[in-house]
């Protein structure tokens, strides 16, 4: 006889409505007229994520392990990071929907005659707000599945679309291009990883749910080659998506080619929902088994934040620099993940959302950043910048103080938090290196400070273009943001406390 699934659709409400307002994006393309339609699919994408976070808010006092069976929790660490991903979006729209980042025609050869003529006509790829709306409905899926073939489908229904949207942009058609293959052929290898792992945890454990191998690794209930093996894998396909070294070759190319926008988007919110996803993994199914992953994932940390903060010395793009401290950030994170307590889980949701809202509003000031043939990346380039726009300079310069761990700054309260937690659970090696780590990042962040505001200007050196109310937006709240958090830290921080839970 067939039982029906139980399925909490109050609780389920805030992904369906994001995925709503993406098939309703889907139907804008194909109903609106082409002079109309970015302004509707801007309006329907930004309405969409406000609805879906006053239902999570509305909702947020329910929480309850039997929403979808056994694959899908909500708990207090699914509706901080839910919420915390949907805040990031809503800004990461506003800087997508500013215009000139994106193709004319995307499936225009690169200097082709076509491109020429969809550019002189105006035409612009709207579709880039129903895939962004498909992405978040993924990302928010990630960090509250409870077994491995919704986590596998999750991580899909968020990579699918930065693939196509990580190959739309305007300037450097073929490096685009080229960052979007490097992603879909990387991304499709660690997906295969991820199930390769999902399948040596079904053959330990004989289920699927993390709570069943929590179970089965408490009783010792199968063979340790296959958990040990399945742990490894599992990790590999999660370890690709924060970026952490060794699977980290695509960061650089895909955020150097990517469309600045899409950029910021990746680098804010995927990472929330993969740290999410591997705090749940970790905290949840593999907590029992602390001495096989411990100290695998302690040397991957350290690794991960060496080489981020010292390949990025080196770097003369900003884009290239910004990905490489995003992947000692991804080191940083998984602080957390190895300090396995609560004070971690709240170090690191906090985290999470300083350095997303500082990292939108580093990739914002590098779309303003331009000359006669659009935006420039190029370090060189933007020598004595701070002294002809010091508002957008100095908003920049915040953002990277705020990434160094700079007092008074949101980064600072970030790394202090995640390291007391560390130590807290008796992993001090980790706290060495990270506070070590900090100091050789801050020698190239200053060296970029010192690049805007203490170098006279070329005779090529770029201007700043005059950013939009929406692009102002942007970057406004991530300054207050990145201030506030710093100087009143308590004011997330106790949240975080409140929601750092997860049922079992």
């Known amino acids: 006889m067939f039982t029906p699934p139980h ?41 969409t994520v406000v609805a879906a976070l006053i239902e999570l808010l509305t909702v947020r006092n329910q929480r309850s392990t039997l929403v979808a069976i056994d694959s899908f929790t909500f708990d207090g660490a699914t509706v901080f990071m839910q919420a915390t991903i949907l805040v990031l979006a809503f800004f990461a729209l506003l800087l997508i929907s500013d215009r000139g980042n994106f193709v004319a025609q995307a499936s225009a050869i690169p200097g082709s005659e076509d491109e020429r003529t969809a550019d002189s006509d105006g035409k612009t790829q709207t579709e880039v707000f129903p895939l962004t709306l498909f992405a978040i409905s993924g990302m928010m899926l990630f960090p509250a599945a409870t077994d491995l073939i919704t986590l596998f489908v999750a991580l899909e229904i968020l990579s699918l679309p930065l693939y196509l949207m990580a190959g739309l942009s305007r300037r450097r058609r073929l490096l685009s291009q080229e960052a979007a293959l490097k992603y879909f052929l990387l991304g499709a290898y660690s997906s295969a990883f991820f199930l390769f792992g999902g399948a040596f945890l079904y053959g330990y454990s004989g289920t699927l749910t993390l709570n069943g191998i929590a179970a089965a690794i408490s009783a010792s209930a199968g063979n340790d080659i296959f958990l040990l093996l399945g742990i490894v894998f599992l990790m590999v396909g999660l370890l690709f998506k924060i970026g952490a070294v060794p699977f980290h070759s695509w960061t650089p190319d895909v955020y150097q080619g990517a469309p600045t926008p899409i950029t910021g988007f990746m680098a804010a919110c995927t990472k929330v929902a993969a740290v999410g996803a591997m705090l749940r993994i970790f905290y949840v199914a593999l907590s029992a088994d602390l001495i096989e992953w411990r100290p695998i994932v302690t040397v991957i940390s350290i690794i991960t934040m060496l080489v981020g903060a010292i390949a990025a010395m080196t770097q003369r793009d900003v884009k290239r620099t910004l990905a490489f401290s995003s992947i000692a950030h991804a080191g940083f994170l998984l602080i957390g993940i190895v300090a396995l307590n609560q004070s971690g889980l709240k170090a690191t949701l906090f985290y999470l959302v300083a350095y997303g809202f500082a990292t939108l509003g580093a990739f914002t000031v590098v779309t303003l950043v331009r000359d006669s043939a659009g935006e420039v990346t190029d370090m060189n380039r933007w020598v004595g910048l701070g002294k002809k726009s010091p508002l957008i300079a100095g908003a920049f310069c915040l953002f990277l103080l705020s990434f160094g761990g700079i007092p008074l700054t949101s980064g600072f309260i970030a790394k202090f938090s995640i390291f007391t937690a560390a130590y807290e659970g008796g ?69 975080a406390q409140s929601f750092a839970t997860f049922l079992r």
């Open 7 to 47: 399925l909490n659709y109050a609780l389920l409400a805030p992904i369906l409505i994001i995925l709503a307002g993406a098939l309703i994006g889907v139907g804008v393309e194909a109903f609106v007229r082409k002079s109309q339609r970015a302004t509707v699919q801007l309006w329907v994408a930004l309405i």
């Open 427 to 495: 992993n001090t090696t980790i706290v060495v290196f990270g506070v070590l780590t900090s100091a050789i990042a801050l020698f190239f962040y200053l060296r970029v400070i010192v690049l805007l505001f203490f170098t006279e200007p070329k005779s090529d050196a770029v201007s700043v273009s005059i950013p939009s109310l929406k692009v102002s937006c942007v970057l406004a709240a991530s300054v207050i943001v990145t201030i506030l958090l710093g100087v009143y830290p308590s004011i997330l921080l106790n949240t």
